[in-house]
Antibody, heavy 115, light 112 residues
Framework: EVQLVESGGGLVQPGGSLRLTCAASGFTVSSSYMSWVRQAPGKGLEWVSVIYSSGSTYYADSVKGRFTISRDNSKNTLYLQMNSLRADDAAVYYC?????????WGQGTLVTVSS | DIVMTQTPLSLSVTPGQPASISCKSSQSLLHSDGKTYLYWYLQKPGQSPQLLIYEVSSRFSGVPDRFSGSGSGTDFTLEISRVEAEDVGVYYCMQSLHLPRTFGQGTKVEIK
């Protein structure tokens, strides 16, 4: 059974950093396309980033240069390093497996950005 | 970026009646490989989104056959043949032809 479990969310001050973790089971992260999608409170879905099985990474313009997606193959885990956080980064962050796109989702982790 | 526009933004449906949601993209989602990269998701209250339909009309594993997708180019439709209480939530279309992937605004479906 495929499982995706996010963690690492919390309260951070503007300008601060957080690293989100997505622990996967039931499939191999390194062989998959993996994405992060976020949802601000009461708002719709926004795609954030993807890492392909090749290791290529892509980002939404809103996070480019501030967020970094990566994976640890030995831990079968996906990460999202978030730096220079802003108020408009506050959201529930979901990791998701592709093929087809966003076929499996985690439960999400909440990031709050406030002083 | 490709803009996805859904209509209506909300829908109130009597159980057992059909429902239809439209999604229009700002450019064709047809790839040179012949596939059209349009997807539908449902986010039930308090839950993570779930994939319903991929590549316009293919139902994902476990999705009831009352859900169907159609369309081509820039115009797409999700139809529910007979709405059930468990179908409430927000429906999103999404394109993955080009990065960034973009979602429609969402259509909230309620039961009358």
């Amino acid at each position: 059974e495929v499982q995706l479990v996010e963690s690492g969310g919390g309260l951070v001050q503007p300008g601060g950093s957080l690293r989100l973790t997505c622990a996967a089971s039931g499939f191999t992260v390194s062989s998959s396309y993996m994405s992060w999608v976020r949802q601000a409170p009461g708002k719709g879905l926004e795609w954030v980033s993807v890492i392909y099985s090749s290791g290529s990474t892509y980002y939404a313009d809103s996070v480019k240069g501030r967020f970094t997606i990566s994976r640890d193959n030995s831990k079968n885990t996906l990460y999202l390093q978030m730096n220079s956080l802003r108020a408009d980064d506050a959201a529930v962050y979901y990791c998701a497996r592709d093929r087809p796109p966003l076929r499996d989702w985690g439960q999400g982790t909440l990031v709050t950005v406030s002083s | 970026d490709i803009v996805m526009t859904q209509t209506p933004l909300s829908l109130s449906v009597t159980p057992g009646q059909p429902a239809s949601i439209s999604c229009k993209s700002s450019q064709s989602l047809l790839h040179s490989d012949g596939k059209t990269y349009l997807y539908w998701y449902l986010q039930k209250p308090g839950q993570s989104p779930q994939l319903l339909i991929y590549e316009v009309s293919s139902r994902f594993s476990g999705v009831p056959d009352r859900f169907s997708g159609s369309g081509s180019g820039t115009d797409f439709t999700l139809e529910i043949s007979r709405v059930e209480a468990e179908d409430v939530g927000v429906y999103y279309c999404m394109q993955s032809l080009h990065l960034p992937r973009t979602f429609g605004q969402g259509t909230k479906v309620e039961i009358k």
